[in-house]
């Protein structure tokens, strides 16, 4: 039957606006994942390819090269000359093969959409993000070797959960006794950061997480200097990102930027007698206030926030970071 003038018209109406519909081309962040949240200044696409490039070069000495293999051929040869007659039978194991095949095509290092502009979600397999981050900004510490170009940060995502506050406090309950539950205890800080959220209140998601330590062992102690654990917190949209990490602050909050500059306070002269020692101490403290203002400037913007301690007459347990 021949289309006719009307019909023509009916379907150019009708599919006008598939062109303009948006694809989802990729997965995104989710409740239950584990990975790697990386920041980066407006090239993702680059920062991504410096991403994959530097967690592979130090996984492959953490847990050696990725193997890769085809899906498993015992599973085709199974049963082969049986029920080739039998429909149901050979639909299960086409099923099966499509599976497997699928499972041995997973990475251990995904690119996710996170949610958020100028963030990377490298979503992880079978590794832990807290080490192999840890071992990353190790070594840029030690060597000061810079590694990249438009990578800020990269905060390692042991676990997650939808980011409402009752769903927060029963997960960090649990997730958070191996560091601060009785008999284990510590000097810590927590770190809140909240991005495209705004169904969370800043005092109630503080007052939570502060009870919550403090409920776990009263003997865990604030420590805003050198603390001993930092608990990250990352909001982005509707899911929590958590973390606990140590060297925080020696690893320039975790900036693999900062991490590699050589300390200044480290080059000065040292003084010799007959110097005059106030000017000495001006020259150190003028180097600190340089230094503390270019972490200041690398770092994206983040809350500090503690338990209210013994005279803290602040009422809302928090200390913003200095921006």
């Known amino acids: 039957m021949a289309e006719t003038p009307e019909s023509r018209k009916r379907n150019k109406k009708r599919y006008a606006n598939y062109g303009n519909k948006k694809v989802k081309t990729s997965r995104e962040l989710e409740v239950g994942m584990q990975g790697i949240l990386i920041t980066c200044n407006m090239n993702e696409r680059k920062c991504t390819a410096e991403a994959f490039s530097l967690l592979n070069e130090y996984a492959d000495q953490l847990y050696g090269p990725e193997k890769f293999s085809d899906a498993d051929e015992s599973d085709s040869d199974v049963n082969d000359g049986q029920d080739d007659d039998d429909a149901e039978a050979a639909l299960k194991k086409e099923v099966k093969q499509i599976r497997s095949s699928t499972q041995k095509r997973e990475r251990r290092f995904q690119a996710l959409d996170s949610g958020a502009n100028n963030v990377v979600f490298i979503r992880t397999q ?24 438009v990578i800020l940060r990269m905060l390692p995502v042991s676990g997650t959960c939808k980011a409402f506050i009752e769903d927060m406090e029963k997960y960090l309950g649990t997730f958070l006794e191996p560091w601060f539950k009785t008999p284990n205890q510590g000097t810590f800080q927590i770190v809140f950061k909240a991005r495209n959220s705004s169904h969370n209140k800043r005092e109630e998601v503080i007052k939570a997480l502060a009870g919550l330590v403090g409920q776990l062992n009263p003997n865990n102690k604030v420590d805003l200097t050198n603390p001993e654990y930092t608990i990250i917190i990352e909001v982005i949209k509707s ?71 013994e005279g803290n007459k602040d009422g809302q347990g928090h200390v913003p970071d200095k921006q």
């Open 239 to 309: 899911v929590c990102c958590v973390s606990v990490v140590r060297d925080y602050m020696l690893f320039r909050k975790f900036n693999v930027q900062e991490v590699v500059k050589v300390d200044k306070v480290q080059n000065l002269p040292q003084r010799t007698e007959g110097s005059q020692e106030g000017a000495g101490g001006q020259e150190v403290e003028a180097v600190k206030q340089d230094k503390g203002a270019a972490d200041n400037a690398a770092d994206q913007k983040e809350e500090t926030v503690v338990p209210i301690e």
């Open 126 to 149: 079978n590794i832990d993000p807290d080490k192999l981050v840890h071992h990353i900004l190790q070594d840029l510490y030690t060597t000061k070797k810079k590694k990249s170009r």
